[in-house]
């Protein structure tokens, strides 16, 4: 057994790993071990991704984080998105030195009247019973060569949309639960998941220690703004923030935080 935590890196929804692999080269060099879950039904086939549902994905790192405990004695989880929601339910179920979400939805998005996903999230109760999959058009390539992405794209699935928000669902209700310190990094401009939700999980924890962080992403208009990891602008300083909030949880000397820090940057 060791005396450094496993970090515990979770994708988010249709995802894959990749969104997460920046943070692990910087913890790596703290002498932290990594591991990059992959969530059933991700980075598969698509007929994989209709047959899984947040209880399935639930169940898979909860399964990497009982595996991490008994091989290093600690386990800090850290996750994107949904992958953000998983690590809140892993530190509510048990008692994780840490845990780090990242542009993590404390509630379903709400859009206007006029949008289209709108009416779809209003239709969902019926829809996944009758549509399991609707097409939507491709992201603009210049949105990927700023936020790069891999995972499924084509389409939404209104069975595992459905699925998703009551995972959150369940994690908002259960929030109190955290006591576990606890790092929370948002984009101010999110498009996906508003910044305001970071402020909720805040204020709804029980942690002794909850630090923010928001970035603010000034040089396109073209993404999302949501996907931190890998944006452009912002991969390296969130890297470099939860490299330093990992430090100080484990008493790693400053300068040794530091200069992986810097290698991010």
Request: proline fraction near 8%; include cysteine.
């Amino acid at each position: 057994m060791t005396t450094k935590p496993l970090c515990l890196l979770i994708h988010g929804y249709q995802g894959t790993s990749f969104e997460m692999e920046p943070l692990a080269g910087p913890l790596m060099e703290l002498g932290v071990p990594v591991r990059l879950v992959t969530l059933p039904g991700h980075d598969s086939r698509l007929e994989d991704f209709r047959r899984s549902f947040y209880p399935d994905w639930l169940a898979r790192v909860d399964e990497e984080y009982r595996c991490g405990l008994d091989e290093y004695g600690a386990v800090i989880p850290m996750g994107f998105s949904l992958g953000g929601v998983l690590a809140l339910a892993l530190a509510e179920r048990h008692s994780p030195m840490a845990a780090v979400g990242i542009a993590t939805p404390a509630s379903r998005p709400r859009f206007r009247m006029s949008s289209r996903y709108f009416w779809l999230q209003a239709a969902l109760p019926l829809l996944r019973f009758f549509i399991k999959e609707l097409r939507q058009p491709p992201p603009k390539p210049e949105s990927r060569a700023i936020a790069p992405w891999r995972g499924y794209e084509a389409a939404l699935n209104p069975p595992q949309i459905r699925s998703l928000f009551k995972g959150i669902d369940q994690v908002r209700r259960n929030l109190p639960a955290v006591k576990a310190p606890l790092l929370l990094i948002h984009d101010l401009g999110d498009k996906g998941v508003a910044a305001e939700n970071a402020l909720r999980i805040a204020r709804s924890v029980s942690s002794g220690r909850v630090e923010l962080e928001f970035t603010r992403i000034h040089g396109e208009t073209v993404t999302s703004r949501h996907t931190i990891t890998t944006h452009r602008e912002t991969r390296a300083l969130v890297a470099a923030r939860v490299g330093r909030f990992v430090a100080d949880i484990c008493s790693i000397p400053y300068h040794q935080a530091a200069r992986a820090g810097q290698r991010a940057l």
